[in-house]
């Protein structure tokens, strides 16, 4: 599906519970999100294990 990539990814969970990897360029776009991130104190070197819930963004979004 997706080649292999050294860039770093944020998880995120859709209001209807599906995961997905974005690259921290994409995420940066997003002003909403990145400013969420930066409040809960993330950044790219992190290790991040679990998904972040976004409330209000369903899948079909984010797969855009």
């Known amino acids: 599906m997706a080649e292999s990539s050294s860039k770093p990814t944020i998880k995120v969970q859709s209001s209807d519970g599906e995961v997905f990897d974005v690259d921290q360029d994409v995420i940066k776009l997003s002003n909403t999100i990145n400013t969420m991130l930066q409040d809960l104190g993330m950044d790219a070197e992190q290790d991040q294990t679990e998904a972040i ?4 963004v369903n899948a079909a979004i984010l797969k855009k």
């Open 53 to 56: 819930p976004l409330q209000n």
